[in-house]
């Protein structure tokens, strides 16, 4: 292994963004959740803030392999991107966290839009008390796809009407099995 490989493993950026102080508003709602992906802004970029049981977190070795997905749904009622991440810490029953982008709102437009800007991806995972447990960077492989998803997210957007749109519809139905939807 090349050592600028393994240092997309080991933690570099950790002791910087293990300082990385959850806002009130993202900490409220990380509360409600038992597992969940979002995005942050952050002085290194945009971060994923993931909680998750501590268990968990604390199964999945440092340099678990992880696969990172971002898809575009074509819905009628509003564009969905959607982001998994799947570590195989555990092959058999892979734990996959997902996150959905709204390119209405602002700020996660603008958190989406920057990781085609990062050669890495930050990911910082959060215990069911909100206590910071570990962060693993890794190459963001899929980085010259994000303009390609946003623009296509955009193109979407802007064919729905402002009284149409309705996010939370669009990413119910992305959420449920067998739906069919065209995604790029």
Do not use: W
Not at 86 to 97: M, W
Not at 102 to 120: I, K, P, S, Y
């Amino acid at each position: 292994m090349t050592k600028e490989r393994d240092t997309y493993h080991h933690h570099d950026f950790e002791e910087h963004l293990s300082a990385f102080q959850l806002p009130a508003d993202l900490a409220e709602f990380l509360q409600g959740e038992e597992y969940t992906c979002v995005t942050a802004a952050s002085d290194q970029g945009t971060v994923h803030v993931i909680k998750a049981h501590r268990a968990d977190i604390a199964g999945m070795g440092d340099r678990v392999p992880m696969r990172v997905s971002h898809a575009v749904y074509e819905h009628p009622l509003a564009p969905v991107i959607r982001t998994v991440m799947t570590p195989y810490d555990q092959p058999k029953r892979p734990l996959a966290l997902e996150t959905f982008i709204n390119v209405a709102e602002a700020d996660q437009r603008t958190d989406f839009a920057a990781l085609g800007d990062q050669a890495a991806l930050h990911l910082l995972f959060y215990d069911e008390d909100l206590t910071y447990q570990k962060g693993i960077t890794l190459p963001n492989t899929q980085q010259a796809a994000i303009p390609a998803i946003l623009q296509r997210a955009d193109t979407v957007r802007a064919s729905i009407s402002i009284e149409q749109y309705d996010f939370d519809s669009a990413k119910a139905a992305v959420i449920r099995p067998r739906q069919n939807l065209v995604y790029t």
